[in-house]
């Protein structure tokens, strides 16, 4: 298969996994403060891999008329792998980045949770017997006393099980030209409400493979995608006019919003003069279970 002048591996696949998953919205007087608790709440999160849990900032803002408390809004994903886990990580990100941050209050945002965590009744004690329960636009919320007037958080945040590891490689001939592809692909995945690319700008240069064969370490590089070791390493996968590759992985609440994401960022990747390849990462079923093929996710996703 082929986009312009692109190869896409007719049976290319991407290897998802399943995680437990928290959606908060986080609220603001104006979208630059939303934002900036929506970015620190979800830092060094890239990979459950070595970070303390995998998170992003979802790209959509929600308007002010779509927002429990008519202000803009910006969503944000955390993800573990056990709920207690996910409860403590959302719990301490919450109530250090967002309880601290000017303006901002913090709500419930996942569709069809299984189960509800009790992180707005924990942050409430920081209110230190001051705090009032109350309603808002039919939520159960706490207002929790601030030197700034008052910080709001709804008493119950939703998790449910969602998929994480979905991902492409963007095979270039250079650095510059597979950057500029990989940033391309970003921006059209970031469209996709329900989606998070939890590494740096939704770029990871150092992909990675299961466990190591030199060292006791659960993931290392993946040599077999290195161009500085096409012709060092036997099995190398780098073809010979690929001097450049750059992985975007990505999570959604559903694997159908992983399909919509891929096929989004393949094809914007596809346009840059300069790409060569886009393939994708698989173990053959020893990372997960859901399967992200790169070609049924182009054909079965419109390109609106």
């Not at 949770?113 to 924990?122: C, E, N, T, Y």
């Not at 096929?263 to 994708?280: C, H, Q, S």
Request: with cysteine; proline share 6%; hydrophobic share 40%.
């Amino acid at each position: 298969m082929k986009i312009g002048d692109v190869e896409i591996g007719d049976n290319d696949f991407a290897e998802a996994f399943p995680m437990w998953a928290c959606r908060a919205l986080i609220t603001a007087n104006d979208e630059r403060w939303a934002r900036i608790a929506a970015q620190t709440t979800t830092g060094f999160a890239s990979s459950i891999i070595m970070s303390p849990a995998e998170a992003g900032v979802e790209g959509p803002t929600v308007p002010p008329d779509k927002t429990p408390d008519g202000r803009v809004g910006v969503p944000i994903q955390i993800y573990h792998r056990t709920g207690m886990e996910l409860k403590l990580q959302v719990l301490s990100r919450i109530g250090q980045c967002v309880l601290t941050c000017p303006t901002t209050a913090a709500f419930d945002a996942m569709p069809k949770a299984v189960k509800r965590l009790k992180i707005g009744r924990m942050v409430r004690m920081f209110g230190d017997g001051f705090e009032q329960k109350d309603i808002l636009a039919d939520r159960k919320i706490w207002r929790i006393p601030v030197m700034e007037g008052e910080f709001i958080i709804e008493d119950k945040f939703g998790v449910r099980r969602a998929a994480a590891g979905g991902n492409f490689l963007i095979m270039a001939e250079s650095q510059k030209s597979g950057l500029a592809a990989a940033e391309k692909a970003v921006s059209a995945i970031s469209t996709v409400s329900g989606v998070v690319l939890p590494f740096p700008g939704g770029i990871c240069r150092s992909g990675s493979k299961v466990a190591s064969r030199k060292y006791k370490l659960r993931a290392s590089t993946n040599d077999p995608y290195c161009p500085k070791l096409r012709g060092i390493v036997e099995k190398s996968l780098v073809p010979e006019d690929v001097n450049s590759i750059y992985e975007l992985v990505f999570n959604g609440i559903t694997p159908t919003l992983l399909k919509r994401a891929t096929a989004k960022g393949i094809r914007a990747a596809a346009t840059v003069p300069g790409v060569k390849k886009i393939t994708a990462v698989n173990f053959g079923g020893k990372l997960g279970p859901i399967q992200i093929r790169l070609k049924e996710a182009l054909e079965t996703q419109p390109e609106s």
